[in-house]
């Protein structure tokens, strides 16, 4: 059996008859978002961006280790006892051999607020991921979407050169019988002949790229048994070229114009976090401690003993690799927004063709429909095989021998 497609897309002839509706639109995009590699590899990139806000968290909770140390020295310093007024003879200082083992507790206090801008910097590229995951899902969705447009109006032309077919089919039979009777000429019949030839060509024509459609339609999908798309009317102005007016405002709300905003701002993040290493780096740490000899040089036994600290580092000079650093990311601040400027001048011209395109669309369907109306002469009592909008279409010779 054909199994068809329900598309809740543009159509240009009015109340389809709907025989099958193995597959809908909602289908047809969830198959789509579960076969498109692309958007595979942004849901990896976002679950790599999650990790990487965790690890910009993780830098705000002290670091927790431990240390097990064994040390073996083959000879250790000794004392003179003379020099202490303690007679002559030498005493060893330490031992030989010494352990220690350790738990401690480092807490960076202050690193010129590079941690928050790397959070901060996380964040801002976690969400541009889920843009672009939202972008990405609307692109699919918008190609479908136009590709049933496409197949709709390669359809209705279908349907009208079929009907143009029939009509000088007629008018072939009338002008045989002329020809018989000499009241027409041969050059009538050829005529006629050869502009059925014409049709026969043009429909083929339009027929193959119907089936382009489809299979563009099956490649994002996944789908491999499409045969024909059956598309409501009610979503026409899905696509209505009015809904475009107004261009200049809505330029700046296009979903692409947020990526070199995340990009702006990631690089803004990333000078904050440079500039911070011109600031000292405060850091507290703690330790508890037990070890032979422990805090007696010279002791014999093991011991329990704690220290604590502050530690206060400040890089003086790199080389001038900090200052490079700035003067990089201030030109990737410039490259970023000539790239915007660009953008939205190609968009304004994109968007403007495409409203054009659309405009020329929309024109063509009551021209369609008045060709279908004044090339339909068929008998009454039997189904028209298309009508413009108003009227009934039925479709059911044609489903029930598809099926």
């Known amino acids: 059996m054909k199994k068809r497609i329900i598309s809740l897309a543009v ?4 109340g389809s008859c709907i025989w099958a509706n193995d597959y809908t639109l909602e289908n047809c995009f ?18 790599k961006k999650i990790l990487e806000r965790r690890d910009a968290l993780s830098s705000y909770y002290p670091v927790i280790g431990a240390i097990g140390n064994i040390q073996y020295k083959s000879e250790v310093p000794t004392l003179d006892l003379s020099l202490l007024g303690m007679g002559g003879g030498t005493a ?37 991921e889920l843009q672009k995951k939202t972008l990405r899902e609307d692109v699919i969705n918008q190609t479908i979407l136009q590709l049933s447009y496409s197949y709709t109006l390669s359809t209705l032309n279908i349907e009208t050169l079929t ?29 006629i002949q050869s502009k059925l030839k014409e049709l026969e060509q ?18 994002l999908t996944g789908i491999s048994d499409i045969d024909t798309l059956i598309i409501p009317e009610e979503y026409l102005e899905l696509l209505n070229p009015d809904n475009l007016q107004g261009i200049e405002d809505k330029l700046e709300a296009n979903g692409e114009l947020s990526l070199f905003d995340f990009t702006r701002r990631k690089i ?22 037990y070890g032979l000899p422990g805090t007696n040089f010279t002791g014999t036994d093991w011991q329990l003993y704690f220290t604590g600290g502050l530690l206060v580092e400040l890089n003086l000079w790199e080389g001038g690799r900090r200052a490079a650093l700035l003067r990089r990311d201030n030109l990737s601040l410039n490259q970023n927004a000539k790239s915007r400027d660009a953008y939205i001048r190609a968009l304004y ?47 059911q010779d044609e489903t029930h021998s598809s099926l």
């Open 11 to 14: 159509i240009f002839a009015a």
């Open 30 to 47: 969830d198959a789509a978002l579960r076969s498109d590699y692309s958007l595979s590899i942004i849901n990896d990139e976002i679950g």
């Open 92 to 128: 060893e200082l330490g031992t030989s051999l010494t352990y220690d083992f350790s738990i401690y507790m480092n807490q960076i206090i202050f690193d010129g607020l590079s941690r928050k801008y790397t959070r901060l910097l996380s964040e801002n590229g976690l969400n541009r």
């Open 163 to 191: 009907t143009s077919m029939k009509r000088l089919g007629f008018n072939l039979n009338q002008v045989k019988l002329f020809v018989d009777q000499g009241f027409s000429s041969e050059l009538d019949l050829l005529d």
């Open 202 to 219: 043009e429909k083929l024509s339009l027929e193959s790229n119907r089936r382009k459609i489809l299979l563009q339609i099956s490649e």
């Open 268 to 289: 803004e993040l990333k000078k904050k976090v440079d500039e911070a290493s011109f600031y000292p780096h405060v850091s507290g740490t703690v330790g508890a401690h």
């Open 349 to 395: 011209f994109d968007t403007m063709r495409k409203f054009d395109e659309l405009v020329s669309l929309k024109d063509q369907r009551p021209a369609i429909c008045r060709d279908q109306a004044s090339a339909s002469e068929e008998p009454a009592g039997k189904p028209s095989v298309s009508d413009c909008p108003g009227q009934r279409h039925s479709v």
